[in-house]
């Protein structure tokens, strides 16, 4: 690998080059190829629903049903998870499927940048979204919120242990929450980057390009099943969003 | 034995774990499939379950992915 | 023009045979269509149970990675030094198993499941 190092870097894509440096106060705030792609994701989610929504007319255009069709999903998510009372978090959770969903598979397009594989961006939703459960639990429940953490039905005898168990699952939350959004991301491309690599090698190789279309085909099967794993991980971010976000509205489960 | 050896002796040994892992996949899926054969039926249900029986799998090959990764950049 | 009997016999005979065979045809439209639900099921079985896997992965993960790292980080504190890693592992792999239990216990509403009071 060490001459083909630089040509075939899998890690290569996941560098993060400013293109508009610029320094407030020290704080380098340049505007990267990051915020670049977050900027093309917002404009594109922004397409798809404005215009979606504009014509109105009652048999739906493609545009329009694709963004009816996207309300509905995430609509259905959270009646069935959180219930009613959870429709006020709604505009919260469509805005975060909408952003992680397009940003997954805007980022499975060649020669562009995934914003969610970036562990930053995964553990910033995160907290915000275990920061926003807190808040509001507390809000609205007070101290009761707290016996989120004492599960009805439990012999006293287990209750400490039991008790110190639920914080630690809460505690893990935000790291399951981020870490595997940011893994199947981050794996999903390295993967292809390096099949992608065995195609360049095996071309460079002489009779051995022969043996060429294997990783071709692979790549396109793992591209399928990145399609898919794409489209999941949005949707565990938003149903779990949901499911967190039930915790704070009934915390006595 | 110097110990920067070890340690890559170690990371190696410690892969093998997620051999073991991929195996225990292997053996979940093929027992739920000669499972959903024999009768069909009930096999959606346990979709799920052979699901999460494939993830604790998984996860048990994680950590001998972590001590794997421990050995080798922690100094 | 008077019909005779046996025009009525044979309309009926007619009759009964297009019945017969809008029965059959509609018994073979329904097995086709369960057939295809059945296959929806399992399709939307699997990203449902796809779903429900990468969650109890990441939880079962997780909580014994945090546990750990509690207990390490409490270790460095305290300088107990192997005591709060062992402890709080051992916690932690309760933790996950305990999570995984709860998710394994909630299967996921398939089509047609009541939804359970909460």
């Known amino acids: 690998m060490s001459e083909a190092g630089p040509a075939i870097d899998p890690i290569h894509q996941f560098h993060i080059h400013p293109i508009a440096p610029l320094n407030i106060f020290g704080v380098d705030a340049s505007f990267t190829n990051a915020s670049l792609f977050m900027l093309i994701v917002f404009l594109a989610i922004a397409f798809l629903m404005v215009l979606g929504t504009s014509g109105s007319h009652i048999v739906p255009n493609r545009l329009q049903a694709a963004a009816e069709m996207a309300y509905e999903f995430v609509a259905s998510t959270v009646r069935q998870t959180a219930g009613e009372a959870g429709m006020k978090f709604f505009p919260f959770v469509f805005s975060v499927f909408m952003f992680v969903f397009f940003s997954n598979f805007i980022g499975l397009i060649p020669y562009t940048f995934t914003v969610t594989s970036q562990i930053i961006v995964t553990f910033a939703f995160a907290c915000f979204i275990i920061g926003l459960v807190i808040a509001y639990g507390f809000y609205k429940n007070g101290m009761h919120f707290l016996n989120l953490f004492v599960p009805s039905g439990v012999s006293p005898v287990l209750l400490p242990f039991i008790v110190l168990i639920e914080i630690i699952s809460f505690a893990s939350r935000p790291i399951s929450l981020s870490v595997r959004l940011f893994a199947n991301m981050l794996a999903g491309h390295i993967t292809l980057k390096v099949f992608g690599g065995f195609v360049a090698m095996l071309l460079g190789a002489g009779v051995y390009a022969l043996l060429a279309p294997l990783p071709l085909i692979g790549i396109v099967l793992l591209t399928a099943f990145e399609l898919l794993v794409a489209f999941l991980q949005a949707y565990v971010f938003a149903i779990l969003t949901c499911v967190y976000l039930n915790d704070a509205i009934h915390p006595g489960h | 034995m110097d110990p920067v050896a070890a340690k890559y002796i170690g990371a190696g040994l410690a892969a093998i774990g997620m051999g073991a892992a991929a195996i225990g996949v292997g053996t979940i899926f093929g027992n739920f499939l000669s499972g959903a054969l024999r009768n069909p039926s009930a096999s959606d249900g346990q979709f799920g379950r052979a699901f999460i029986g494939a993830a604790l799998a998984e996860g048990l090959g994680i950590f001998a992915f972590l001590v794997a990764i421990l050995l080798l950049f922690v100094k | ?118």
Request: proline fraction near 5%; hydrophobic fraction near 45%; charge should be neutral.
């Open chain 3, 1 to 118: 023009m008077q019909e005779s009997p046996d025009d009525a016999d044979e309309l009926k005979a007619r009759l009964a045979r297009l019945t017969s065979d809008l029965q059959t045809q509609r018994e073979a439209g329904q097995r086709q269509a369960d057939r295809k639900a059945e296959a929806d099921l399992t399709d939307k079985g699997m990203g449902q149970a796809m779903s429900l896997g990468f969650r109890v992965l990441s939880e079962f993960v997780a909580a014994i990675v945090v546990a750990t790292l509690i207990g390490w980080r409490l270790d460095l504190w305290f300088g107990t030094d192997p005591l709060f890693l062992i402890l709080l592992m051992g916690l932690g792999v309760a933790a996950g198993f305990w999570s995984v239990y709860r998710l394994a216990v909630k299967p996921p509403q398939r089509r047609g499941d009541k939804q359970p009071p909460r």
